[in-house]
Structures are given as structure tokens and as C-alpha cells.
């Protein structure tokens, strides 16, 4: 009896530990979401000294491919670290949803991290004029997806180290799994200025290493010199010179980031 209360206070010590420090429940609390019968687990942060009486912006986070699955830790991977060194610069919340395996920021998944921000913009106050959308790497094409299918939606957006895809290289199986908003646009002659002329008022930081070489930074420039020939007024395209495709630190180490996004205001949300 004895050995096993030992071997239980082990694996209990074990289990504590795998979800402690910097990936705490205190840190970044548990959530979950039901959509359409299927519960998603999230996890969330928000800065300690916020005032619980006034709104709060609120940033959506898609994370890249390689953090995929199901314990819902691994999405915090890409930002845990930067959080710690950022929380003074971080006024906003994060919602980090994960995204299954074997899939991508699409159709169910789409909708779990929808679901995910708009629960957590109802339980902590959060402004619905200062939605912020960001991701890396698949999470960044997930950006653009996501964008193009709610236009109206966010304040900003943030995709680093991504791209928008065009449909040659999708599987018909997976195809079928982009909103048709986003279908339409990627199948235009030229989808850098289709999906430029329907985000040509969002504000958008592109952030890209020039050494990528899992997703080239042509895509980068290109999307960027359409938005900026649509009009827009407020593109930011910052080129990591000597950087990978790892650039989601850089992406969000740099302070101008957050200095831009605190001016951000979605002009098209009147709530």
C-alpha cells in the first residue's frame, strides 16, 4: 500500500509539473467551447493589472503546424516566452485555440477559434473594436483565411512567417474545407489583389524573414504591395534580414508592435 500511495504522489508531482511554470493554469487559464456538439479545449491570457470595469482589447492567436493536437499546451509554445518579457507592453488578452492534427485553421477549426474569442470578449469585458488577429506560419495563412471570411471582424492583423495559398496547391478534400469568401479570392486570376481589395480597411503588421525557406517571402512582399496599391492605409511589412522561418519571436519582441496595435480601432464595429 505504501509503495503505491508513493507511486501515486509521483505521478501526481509528474502531472503538476508538466503544466507549471511558464505554461501554468495560472498563467493561462483553461477554457473550453461547444460548437456544433464538439468541445474544444483553449487556453487564455490577460494581463494581471487590468481593470475589470473597463474594456479590454482582445487578440485571437493561431499557432503554426507543428504545435497541432490535442493537450492543450503546445499552442503556447510559440508566444510563452515573449509574454514574460512583453507583460508590460501586452495590454490585451490572447486566446490560444489548438488546432486538431492532421488539420488546419479551417471549417471546424475556424469555428472552434471564432467561438473561442467571442466567449472569451463576453466573459472578460473585451472590446469588440479592438479585435486583434494573429498567427504564425499555417496560423498566418489561417490570418488571412479567417480575415477574408469575417472582413468586418478585427482591428488588426498579424501574420508572420505565412501567406496566402493558392488553391493549385490544396487538395480538392481540403479545398472544400476553406470558406467560399476565402475559395473566391484565392481562384482570382491574381489573389494578392482579391484578397487585398477585401481587407483594403483592416490594418495589417506582415511580418516575414527574407531567409524563409518553408514559406517563401515573395508572398509576403506581394500580399503587402497589394494591400498598399488597394489603398490601405495602415500596412506595415517588416522584412527580418539574416532570419528563417523562426521569426515569430522577432515578430513579437519588436515595441512598435505594440505601440501600433494600442491605436488600432475597428471602424466597422459600432458595439
Same mark, same amino acid.
Given at each position: 500500500? &505504501?509503495?503505491?500511495?508513493?507511486?501515486?504522489?509521483?505521478?501526481?508531482?509528474?502531472?503538476?509539473?508538466?503544466?507549471?511554470?511558464?505554461?501554468?493554469?495560472?498563467?493561462?487559464?483553461?477554457?473550453?467551447?461547444?460548437?456544433?456538439?464538439?468541445?474544444?479545449?483553449?487556453?487564455?491570457? #490577460?494581463?494581471?493589472?487590468?481593470?475589470?470595469?473597463?474594456?479590454?482589447?482582445?487578440?485571437?492567436?493561431?499557432?503554426?503546424?507543428?504545435?497541432?493536437?490535442?493537450?492543450?499546451?503546445?499552442?503556447?509554445?510559440?508566444? =510563452?516566452?515573449?509574454?514574460?518579457?512583453?507583460?508590460?507592453?501586452?495590454? #490585451?488578452?490572447?486566446? #490560444?485555440?489548438?488546432?486538431?492534427?492532421?488539420?488546419?485553421?479551417?471549417?471546424?477549426?475556424?469555428?472552434?477559434?471564432?467561438?473561442?474569442?467571442?466567449?472569451?470578449?463576453?466573459?472578460?469585458?473585451?472590446?469588440?473594436?479592438?479585435?486583434?488577429?494573429?498567427? #504564425?506560419?499555417?496560423?498566418?495563412?489561417?490570418?488571412?483565411?479567417?480575415? @477574408?471570411?469575417?472582413?468586418?471582424?478585427?482591428?488588426?492583423?498579424?501574420? @508572420?512567417?505565412?501567406?496566402?495559398?493558392?488553391?493549385?496547391?490544396?487538395?480538392?478534400?481540403?479545398?472544400?474545407?476553406?470558406?467560399?469568401?476565402?475559395? =473566391?479570392?484565392?481562384?482570382?486570376?491574381?489573389?494578392?489583389? =482579391?484578397?487585398?481589395?477585401?481587407?483594403?480597411?483592416?490594418?495589417?503588421?506582415?511580418?516575414?524573414?527574407?531567409?524563409? &525557406?518553408?514559406?517563401?517571402?515573395?508572398?509576403?512582399?506581394?500580399?503587402?504591395?497589394?494591400?498598399?496599391?488597394?489603398?490601405?492605409?495602415?500596412?506595415?511589412?517588416?522584412?527580418?534580414?539574416?532570419?528563417?522561418?523562426?521569426?515569430?519571436? &522577432?515578430?513579437?519582441?519588436?515595441?512598435?508592435?505594440?505601440?501600433?496595435?494600442?491605436?488600432?480601432?475597428?471602424?466597422?464595429?459600432?458595439?
Amino acid at each position: 500500500m &505504501k509503495r503505491l500511495l508513493f507511486i501515486l504522489v509521483l505521478l501526481s508531482g509528474a502531472a503538476a509539473c508538466s503544466d507549471s511554470g511558464i505554461y501554468s493554469e495560472k498563467r493561462f487559464p483553461r477554457r473550453s467551447v461547444t460548437v456544433n456538439g464538439q468541445t474544444y479545449n483553449y487556453r487564455i491570457y #490577460f494581463p494581471e493589472n487590468r481593470d475589470p470595469n473597463a474594456k479590454v482589447p482582445v487578440m485571437l492567436y493561431l499557432h503554426g503546424s507543428n504545435r497541432r493536437g490535442d493537450d492543450n499546451r503546445s499552442q503556447l509554445e510559440d508566444l =510563452a516566452e515573449v509574454i514574460d518579457a512583453q507583460q508590460e507592453r501586452i495590454g #490585451f488578452i490572447i486566446v #490560444f485555440p489548438q488546432c486538431a492534427s492532421e488539420t488546419f485553421w479551417a471549417d471546424d477549426m475556424m469555428s472552434q477559434s471564432m467561438a473561442a474569442l467571442d466567449q472569451t470578449v463576453s466573459e472578460f469585458n473585451g472590446d469588440p473594436r479592438r479585435l486583434y488577429l494573429a498567427g #504564425f506560419s499555417m496560423g498566418a495563412y489561417g490570418t488571412w483565411q479567417t480575415a @477574408v471570411t469575417f472582413p468586418t471582424k478585427f482591428a488588426a492583423l498579424v501574420p @508572420v512567417a505565412g501567406g496566402i495559398v493558392p488553391l493549385g496547391e490544396v487538395s480538392a478534400e481540403d479545398r472544400a474545407l476553406l470558406s467560399p469568401a476565402f475559395t =473566391a479570392a484565392a481562384a482570382a486570376p491574381d489573389p494578392y489583389r =482579391a484578397v487585398a481589395e477585401v481587407l483594403r480597411a483592416t490594418p495589417v503588421w506582415i511580418v516575414h524573414g527574407a531567409e524563409d &525557406k518553408s514559406v517563401p517571402v515573395e508572398g509576403a512582399r506581394k500580399i503587402a504591395a497589394a494591400l498598399k496599391a488597394a489603398g490601405d492605409p495602415h500596412v506595415n511589412y517588416v522584412e527580418l534580414e539574416g532570419v528563417g522561418h523562426g521569426s515569430v519571436i &522577432k515578430a513579437f519582441s519588436d515595441p512598435k508592435l505594440y505601440e501600433w496595435l494600442a491605436e488600432r480601432r475597428n471602424l466597422n464595429n459600432n458595439k
